[in-house]
Structure formats: C-alpha cells, structure tokens
C-alpha cells in the first residue's frame, strides 16, 4: 500500500477539520427538528422497548427456559435496534433488522406449536453450526469444546438437514403428511415455514419487500434520495418509519406472546393485554386499523 506524507494533504485535512467543526454543531439540531413529524411512532417504539425490558425484569418470565429467553432477548434487541435506526433517519437498515424480527416472530409461533421438542430441536442445532464451523477452521472454536460438540453432533445429526435450517428436516416431515403443503413447496423453505404457521399473508406482503433491502435493490433508491438528488445524509420518510415502528412492535408482541401464554404466572394475561394495548396503538398511528 502506497504510503502519503500528511504534510502534502495538509490542505485536504484543515478544510475537513472546518467541516467537522460545522458539522458537530448543526448535524443533531437538524436530526432533532427531522424527528418531529413522527415523534409519536418514536415514542411507542422506544416506549415497547421499555416494556419488553419490564417483562424481563419482572417475575412473569422467571420460570422461563432458556431458549424463551433467547428469543425474547433478541426480539427486544432488535426493538431498540430498529428504534435507534429509526430516530437516526436510517430507514434501510431498519428495514433489514424488521426482517430479522419477522423471522423471530416466525420461528416463535411454530417452535410454541410443539414446545419441548422444537425448543430442543431449535437449541441444539448450535453443536451443528459449531461442528460444520471446526470442519472449516478448527481455530474458530476453542479446542476444548471440540470434543463435546463433536459427540453432540454425532448424536442429533439425523434430526436435521445439514445443508439447511433447523426445522427443514422435520418441516419436511410434516409437509409429507399435507398432500396440498407437499404438491406447492418443493423443499422446506422459510415460505413454507410461514404458511404452517399461517404467516403466509404476512410473508407474501411484507418478506420480499423487506428482502430487496437486505440484498440491495435499485427499488429502495427513494431511501437515499432527498429533494430529486442522492445523499449522504439520513432521508426520513415519515411513512416509511410510522409504517415500520408499527410493525416493529406488531411482530414484537406476536414473539412476547406465545411466550408469555405459556407462563403459569398470574399476571401473565394482564400482561398480553397491556402488550396487546401498545400493538393496537401503533396500528392505529399507522393508520393499519380502520
């Protein structure tokens, strides 16, 4: 790599150096006053946020089994992390974390549809990714754990298509018994996926859309461009962050949910019903409800 004598850019780096100066002063005032229009949706978002951490701390979840804890840990993670996008005018990449939250949400409702063996199955499957992980660099896992991951792999492998996602195999399985699932899907896909657990509506409507971001597409152009021209800056497009706060916390409630339904505490259902309170909120903002 070619190495520069600084003292040439010197030029180069007194003009930055302005331009931060400039910048550092003007550049959170104009991210306050770009928040204002949908300061509401914000506030719902960050306010579920809030919620899912009282849930944590609270006793509803305290008989929980690790991998509820798992899957609300994550669903609460990308609320904020969706948030945070959101509040910074970083709508594509919002858009890219909402996917993820789907598929949360997604997993949640078919793991919660045979509790004991999906939650074994889903958890599990960590010693095959580790497993096929050591086949490629055995540096990447420490070597102590090889052992007891290698026996473990040995022992689950036949639950699981190694080539795919946890559940394909016994999706598959159950594909087999439904003549209408097996004659439309081809294999065990996420689509499939979705329609056992009869998100197919939800994929068909919002998956592609949301893909477009995660793999790039000139289609999402209108999320960088500001006034007719492309730029740097953050573009809030008011619709577009109502639109994915709302669903953001919809697919958050749906995760808490099946979790929560499955809690013997007492004050598990009055909890659905504050959670369900919030979700209507949103909707409402984003005009989902008419």
């Not at 509820?68 to 609320?79: A, E, G, I, M, R």
């Not at 730029?231 to 916390?249: C, E, K, Y």
Request: hydrophobic fraction near 40%; include cysteine; proline fraction near 1%.
């Amino acid at each position: 790599m070619e190495l520069y004598d600084l003292f040439s850019l010197g030029d180069v780096e007194e003009e930055f150096k302005r331009y931060i100066l400039n910048i550092e002063q003007t550049f959170p005032k104009w991210l306050e006053e770009q928040n204002e229009e949908h300061d509401t949706a914000l506030y719902l978002l960050l306010t579920y946020y809030y919620f899912l951490n009282y849930l944590a701390d609270s006793e509803v979840l305290s008989h929980a089994d690790q991998g509820s804890f798992l899957l609300t840990s994550k669903t609460s993670t990308d609320v904020y992390a969706i948030y945070s996008c959101l509040k910074s005018g970083c709508v594509h990449q919002a858009s890219i974390i909402l996917r993820s939250l789907f598929e949360t949400a997604v997993t949640t409702k078919f793991i919660y549809g045979d509790l004991k063996y999906r939650m074994e199955l889903f958890l599990n499957y960590k010693y095959i990714e580790k497993h096929l992980a050591i086949k490629k660099d055995k540096r990447i896992i420490p070597a102590n754990e090889h052992a007891e991951i290698g026996r473990m792999f040995e022992q689950i492998k036949h639950q699981y298509n190694l080539k795919s996602s946890w559940y394909s195999k016994h999706l598959w399985g159950i594909m087999e018994q439904d003549s209408k699932l097996k004659h439309k899907y081809r294999k065990a896909n996420f689509k499939a996926l979705c329609e056992v657990v009869e998100m197919n509506g939800d994929y068909d409507k919002l998956y592609g859309a949301l893909s477009m971001t995660v793999h790039g597409s000139p289609v999402v152009d209108h999320l960088f461009v500001s006034k007719g021209n492309f730029t740097a800056a953050p573009v809030f497009n008011s619709m577009q962050i109502i639109t994915t706060s709302s669903l953001a916390i919809h697919y958050a409630h749906t995760v808490f949910r099946y979790i929560v339904e499955h809690s013997e505490n007492q004050r598990a259902k009055k909890m659905i019903d504050y959670s369900t309170w919030l979700s209507y909120a949103s909707a409402k903002l984003a005009n989902f409800l008419d």
